[in-house]
């Protein structure tokens, strides 16, 4: 029975949509599989000598650089960092199929996303914890994972309360829930695991670094991609739900409300309409 019930998930999501003509082709199944040499490639830079040798080519011979593999000298770290970068992983290979809001982003978007973008973020994080030579403290362990948990959890939260409200196709925005602490709360959440994870190689620079190109992504690309779309859509109701809306960083007391799950649902997105 589950078997059977793959199998449609299977064809519903991939095969079903180009044979009735609503797209030309189904990119679940590419974005799939195009996620996973950043899992590959993170075992193969902390797990085996591969780490070490490109940090050196990279670096040079430098005092500091470590020149065996991390998973050797200091395992927890090296699990650490490959633990986080596969469940974020997981979860966008999850989302893809769950929760994805649209099955029609080209196949090029997904393979710059996958193999260009999250190999950029494996590869410097590697790069730097081979390069800084540094456990994280117990607070910064404590801290990162805390922070990356969360972050994780609530924006899944989030798309599945978009995924919801599309199924009842309800007409108008979403202005409930998540979506009434910001505009974009999953890209808010989406922030944090990547500055997380490389809390985690020991060097603050990466992890600054990741927080800038996160927020750049956002205020210069996907964010006002979306923006534009949306207003285009729903005009005026656009407009005034943005005048009462932050774009993206939400007001402190609604964060906490949202953290606390206060003003979010978490078992059904009915829960979330009486706030």
């Avoid at 082709?25 to 193969?44: G, H, Q």
């Avoid at 974020?88 to 989302?95: H, M, R, S, T």
């Avoid at 590697?126 to 959890?153: D, K, S, W």
Wanted: glycine fraction near 6%; charged fraction near 15%.
């Amino acid at each position: 029975q589950n078997r059977t019930r793959l199998k449609c998930r299977f064809w519903d999501a991939t095969i079903l949509p180009v044979a009735k003509g609503r797209q030309r082709y189904s990119t679940r199944p590419f974005f799939t599989v195009a996620n996973v040499p950043a899992i590959a490639v993170s075992a193969l830079l902390l797990f085996t000598d591969r780490g070490p040798n490109l940090a050196s080519a990279v670096f040079g011979d430098i005092d500091t650089l470590l020149t065996e593999p991390l998973a050797a000298e200091r395992p927890l770290q090296a699990w650490l960092i490959f633990g986080g970068i596969t469940l974020y992983i997981l979860k966008v290979i999850f989302w893809s199929w769950t929760y994805s809001h649209s099955n029609t982003v080209g196949v090029g978007s997904a393979i710059l996303v996958a193999l260009g973008y999250y190999l950029v973020v494996v590869v410097s994080i590697c790069l730097a914890t081979y390069q800084t030579n540094r456990m994280p403290t117990t607070l910064e362990i404590t801290n990162g994972a805390t922070i990356f948990c969360i972050a994780l959890l609530h924006e899944t939260l989030v798309d599945r309360e978009l995924a919801n409200f599309k199924k009842q196709k309800t007409e108008g925005l979403l202005q409930y829930g998540y979506h009434s602490i910001c505009r974009h709360p999953n890209y808010f959440f989406n922030t944090f695991p990547f500055p997380c994870i490389a809390l985690m190689s020991g060097s603050y620079p990466i992890v600054a670094l990741w927080i800038f190109m996160q927020l750049f992504w956002v205020y210069a690309q996907s964010g006002v991609a979306l923006e534009t779309y949306m207003a285009s859509k729903y005009g005026a109701e656009w407009e005034s739900y943005c005048m009462s809306v932050p774009f993206f960083f939400p007001k402190f007391g609604d964060l906490i409300n949202v953290l606390i799950f206060k003003r979010v649902g978490v078992k059904s997105i009915e829960s979330t309409k009486m706030n």
